[in-house]
């Protein structure tokens, strides 16, 4: 029997296992170092960052409950085999390419390769400590109906701690003054680091997840769908408080860190400059335990989508014990090495992504097929040549084209276009709907 109503105590619950999911490996290493090179413009780096790593899951959320709480909801418009598609390239991407092998290899280098003998190899200790930490995913993962509510009340206020007690010795003790930044851009150089989050694409997915959670609570489809709006604010509201936090802690000791290349190096410095060996150990606890929810959460979507995309021959189990084993082998390559890979993938696909959001969060008179694909066709050629910028042998090219577009060099090149094509798409339907006269 459906519940009627929402019962308020699920509310925050849910929400914090949210936010949990979603603060992983990129939301916990990119802050800190976009705060050291903005410097004194860290404010502008945080407004950037907070617009794609909060702005979008948070919009993602919601557009998954008014298209019907599914992740292929949010593309059917356009059709069901580009929905298919999409969201198999996304769920991959979030999945065991990219996003929960990066949790496991960020775990390693930051919350326990500092505290090993320098002599030890880095490989060696990489792959031990990327079994040893999916191996505690798994416990959670193969009793997917409690997981939800496990990292809400256990995982959760238990990050939120560690993460509070960073924060405040930043605020308390600060490191020093920032100072003048690196960036050029700050917050275009936020904007766009805020995609190697993943969270825009994970919003999708973890959507579905959040819904299907909220059904088996014994809430109605109606109900589930307005319980969604809270859950994601408090999500949202969670993650700009703590990239906040988290951008300062870098940019109070700009000074020093503007020198530091590697995200997760600039990290270890940070905390240690803070804190010394007690902030070590508050970092070492702030990433297993972000990692480690982020990466059940993920787990956890990628198997029951797999499953469900692939037919029911094979269990929920074995797909979380696949993703589990291919993501583990990935992890290997460690963090860098999958910044880099991902980078271009994620300019490709992150715009397509944000106009499909941004689409169904309009009134129902704009949801016409053709106005997607007018979007999507006009947004295509600026991220293109986007993902074309990390190629070296291409990049002048690349950039002497997107000059060419308003706001391309910037990084925002997809966004008149795509608001340009939509309009021609609403024009063709509008004229096909007019009555012919003789």
Not at 55 to 63: N, Q, S
Not at 261 to 276: I, M, P, Q, S
Not at 407 to 430: E, Q, T
């Amino acid at each position: 029997m459906k519940n009627k109503g929402i019962k308020a105590r699920d509310i925050p619950i849910v929400g914090f296992a949210l936010f949990a999911m979603f603060l992983g490996a990129g939301n916990i290493i990119f802050p800190p170092f976009l705060g050291a090179h903005s410097g004194t413009n860290f404010i502008l780096g945080w407004l950037g960052f907070a617009a794609t790593g909060v702005g979008l899951p948070v919009l993602g959320v919601v557009a998954v409950a008014k298209s019907g709480g599914t992740a292929d909801g949010v593309s059917l418009k356009v059709s069901s085999k580009f929905a298919r598609i999409l969201n198999l390239l996304i769920m991959t991407f979030i999945g065991p390419l990219f996003a929960i092998p990066r949790t496991a290899a960020t775990t390693v280098e930051l919350a326990l390769e500092p505290f090993l003998p320098k002599a030890w190899s880095t490989q060696v200790i990489l792959i031990v400590g990327a079994l040893i930490f999916f191996a505690i995913c798994l416990f959670f993962v193969l009793s997917p109906s409690n997981a939800v509510d496990r990292i809400g009340t256990i995982l959760t206020p238990l990050l939120i701690i560690f993460l509070l007690a960073l924060i405040l010795l930043s605020i308390f003790k600060p490191m020093g003054k920032p100072v003048e930044g690196l960036l050029a851009e700050p917050f275009s150089t936020g904007f766009t680091t805020g995609y190697q989050t993943m969270d825009a694409l994970a919003s999708i997915m973890f959507g579905g997840t959040v819904f299907v959670t909220l059904l088996q609570k014994g809430y109605t489809k109606d109900d589930a769908k307005r319980a969604m709006w809270p859950i994601a604010l408090i999500a949202g509201v969670a993650l700009i408080v703590v990239y906040l936090g988290l951008i300062w802690v870098g940019a109070s000791g700009s000074a020093t860190l503007q020198n530091f290349n590697e995200k997760t190096a600039l990290t270890v410095a940070a905390v240690g400059e803070l804190a010394g060996l007690t902030g070590q150990i508050i970092l070492a606890g702030i990433i297993f335990f972000a990692c480690c929810t982020t990466a059940i959460g993920l787990i956890i979507t990628a198997a029951d989508y797999y499953r469900e995309s692939f037919g029911e021959r094979r269990s929920y189990r074995f797909w979380g014990i696949l993703v589990t084993l291919i993501s583990y082998f990935i992890s290997i390559i460690g963090v860098e090495g999958i910044i880099i890979i991902a980078g271009p993938l994620l300019e490709l696909i992150y715009p397509v992504v944000i106009v499909l959001v941004v689409l169904n969060l309009f009134s129902p008179r704009l949801q016409h097929r053709w106005i997607y694909i007018g979007a999507l066709i006009g947004a295509a050629p600026a991220a293109i040549l986007n993902a074309l910028r990390a190629f070296d042998g291409v990049k002048v090219f690349s950039e002497s084209l997107l000059a060419y577009f308003p706001f391309g060099l910037s990084g925002f090149g997809c966004f008149v276009p795509a608001a340009i094509g939509g309009a021609i798409g609403y024009l063709l339907v509008r004229l096909r709907k007019q009555p012919t006269t003789t």
